[in-house]
C-alpha cells in the first residue's frame, strides 16, 4: 500500500524559510494525484498544493506566490519549499495520495495521509 512519510519541519520566525520533504512508496497507476494539505489547531485541513499526472501543480489562495511544491519520480519525493512564511502558516502539514483524473484542482482529497510534520511560525 501507498506509505508516506513527512520531514523538515520546525520552528521559524515570519519571513524566514522552511523547507518539507515527503518521500513516498508503494504508489501504484492509480494513484493519480498527490499533495500537500495543513490543519492549524481548530481549523479543517486544507490543501495547500497539488500536484495532477500531467505535471500540472496548483497552490491555495494563501500560499501562490511564497511556496513552491515539487515532485520528483526518480527518488520518489515530495518537496514544499516555504519562503516569505507567515504566523498564519504555522500548521501540522501533511503530504497524501490517492484516486483522481487526469488534472486534480484544490478541492481534491487523498484517501491516504502521511504522519504529519508541525511547522510553527513566530512573529
Known amino acids: 500500500q501507498v506509505q508516506l512519510q513527512e520531514s523538515g519541519g520546525g520552528s521559524v520566525q515570519a519571513g524566514g524559510s522552511l523547507k518539507l520533504a515527503c518521500t513516498f512508496s508503494?504508489?501504484?497507476?492509480?494513484?493519480?494525484?498527490m499533495g500537500w494539505f495543513r490543519q492549524a489547531p481548530g481549523k479543517e485541513r486544507e490543501a495547500v498544493a497539488i500536484?495532477?499526472?500531467?505535471?500540472?501543480?496548483v497552490y491555495s489562495d494563501s500560499v501562490k506566490g511564497r511556496f513552491t511544491a515539487s515532485k520528483n519520480n526518480g527518488n520518489n519525493t515530495l518537496t514544499l519549499q516555504m519562503n516569505r512564511v507567515k504566523p498564519e502558516d504555522t500548521a501540522m502539514y501533511y503530504c497524501?495520495?490517492?484516486?483522481?483524473?487526469?488534472?486534480?484542482?484544490?478541492?481534491?482529497?487523498?484517501?491516504?495521509w502521511g504522519q504529519g510534520t508541525q511547522v510553527t511560525v513566530s512573529s
Open positions: 497524501a495520495a490517492g484516486p483522481g483524473g487526469s488534472y486534480c484542482n484544490i478541492h481534491w482529497r487523498p484517501n491516504t
Open positions: 508503494g504508489v501504484t497507476p492509480n494513484v493519480r494525484c
Open positions: 500536484f495532477s499526472p500531467l505535471g500540472i501543480t
